[in-house]
């Protein structure tokens, strides 16, 4: 069973940056963590998750949000099992809970979430 804990998330002002952090663990089955594609999404209150930013297998990454474009950047450690979004500018529009997904072996993995406030 794979397991996604992600980490680094609080309060901070706008215009202020942030770094989430996913550590990715329980690959089985002859499966590794570069053999997952993995993303970023987010969910504010009262609304529905949004795709921020995936990474394929081969780190080719980009930001799905136009709203992040410029902003935030995915990045992914394979020798560490690790994926990280790196939050620059950030807006109180930017306040949600972020979630780490992998994608893999014909499932889809979610981790606990970490919540961010932008917020003076």
């Known amino acids: 069973q794979v397991q996604l804990v992600e980490s680094g998330g609080g309060l901070v002002q706008p215009g202020g940056s942030l770094r989430l952090s996913c550590a990715a663990s329980?690959?089985?089955?002859?499966?590794?963590?570069?053999?997952?594609?993995m993303s970023w999404y987010r969910q504010a209150s009262g609304k529905e998750r949004e795709l921020v930013a995936p990474?394929?297998?081969?780190?080719?990454?980009?930001t799905a949000a136009n709203s992040v474009k410029g902003r935030f950047t995915i990045s992914r450690d394979n020798a560490k099992n690790m994926v990280y979004l790196q939050m620059n500018s950030l807006k109180p529009e930017d306040t949600a809970v972020y979630f780490c997904?992998?994608?893999?072996?014909?499932?889809?993995?979610w981790g606990q979430g970490t919540p961010v406030t932008v917020s003076s």
């Open positions: 329980g690959f089985t089955f002859g499966f590794t963590f570069h053999d997952y594609s």
């Open positions: 990474i394929s297998t081969v780190s080719a990454g980009t």
């Open positions: 997904s992998a994608v893999g072996a014909g499932r889809r993995y």
